[in-house]
């Protein structure tokens, strides 16, 4: 084995080549689990081309040829809208409402007049009171419309408004505020879920064609040292606690955020298509995704390849978990959508970087866990919520 003295980096191509067959390596160096800076570099490099360039070029490409595409209609989206936003309130009349209702269940009508349903969505915990016609129009022009009724502080209104509503403005006779904010819904086109499970399977794939065998020594070496512990099973309960105190830690500084600027975070849109995705007729292939080759890559990138590249370790597990949080966030749409996901899931990179510390560095001891994590949101969401 050659160890490089000042940089204390593991050659691990060295390594097997002076390892006999069937026996273990004399030491175990578990302290000093790095790869070389060219190699860090290149893994991320790699995994920032595919999930980047080649993941968006591909998705261009389907867009213009539509293969696995459908057209969202404004009024479809402006239902969805409101499905994706917990204090969102929109309108429409009720027979297109009734086309897009089956598709969004979590969408459901306020209140109806002339032709036109007012709707919210049922997570929203205020839209129990009783809200008349009258309450709708105030809504709109209210400078700072609040829901009803709510225990802390009053949440703001979310207000969705077609880009052409003169029409609905004259028939309820809004008069609408300088100052009004909304949002219009636009119409798109969008991949379907079943499209959206193959294209992920497809993106993992090539991400694992392309680093695994660049890594493969590394998992195998690591794995030697990692399961011949008795306690690996205690290891993997005591990580996933210590991710589950994340997870809380990162709600209760989400909840300040949300008091201090007056907003209620919703779902993540990477969880939604996730959500959406396992839904689909492909669903195994996000569970495929979720549970193996999400923590096989992704830990090899962000906690491997990452820390390899800095001395100082926690800076590194300070580092790797903003960026780790950051590529779960790309698709928010919003200021405060984007932060307060951006700290769940850095967070959680947060708690994976610390078990990778305290494991030595050894890359398994993050991999089952981030595995074992998936897992069990996974079965929440198919089988529990």
Known sequence: MELDKNSEIIDFDALFEEKKPGLKPESKPESNLKISKLRSFSLIGIYFLITIVV???????????????????????????????????GYLDEITFLQYHDDYPNVVILTKSNGYVFIANSENPHINQVYTIQDIINFYQSDRPLWKDTIVLDPVVKLFMFEDHQSFVDKFGIELSDQVDYTIPQAYVNFTSN??????????????????????????????????????????????????????????????????????????????????????????????????????????????????????????LVFSSLIFGLIHVVGETSVLGFLTNWITYSASGFALGYIYIKNNHNIWSSILIHAVYNAVAVVLMLFVL
């Open 55 to 89: 993941a968006t070029l591909i998705q261009v490409s389907m867009i213009l040829t539509e293969t696995g595409t459908r057209d969202i209609t404004a009024s479809e989206s402006m239902v969805e809208q409101v499905s994706l936003s917990t204090y969102g309130l």
């Open 195 to 316: 499209t959206t499970s193959v294209l992920n399977f497809v993106i993992y794939l090539l991400l694992a064609a392309a680093l695994i065998p660049v890594a493969f020594k590394m998992y195998h070496f690591e794995f030697g040292l990692y399961f011949p512990r008795k306690t690996w099973i205690k290891d993997v309960v005591l990580g996933y606690g210590m991710m589950f105190v994340a997870s809380a830690i990162a709600t209760v500084v989400v909840q300040l955020i949300s008091i201090i600027f007056n907003y209620m975070p919703g779902e993540a849109v990477n969880q939604q298509a996730i959500s959406a995705s396992l839904l689909s007729e492909y669903g195994f292939l996000i569970i495929i995704v979720t549970i193996v080759f999400a923590p096989l890559l992704e830990e090899l990138i962000f906690r491997k390849a990452f820390f390899s590249l800095f001395k100082k370790e926690y800076f590194a």
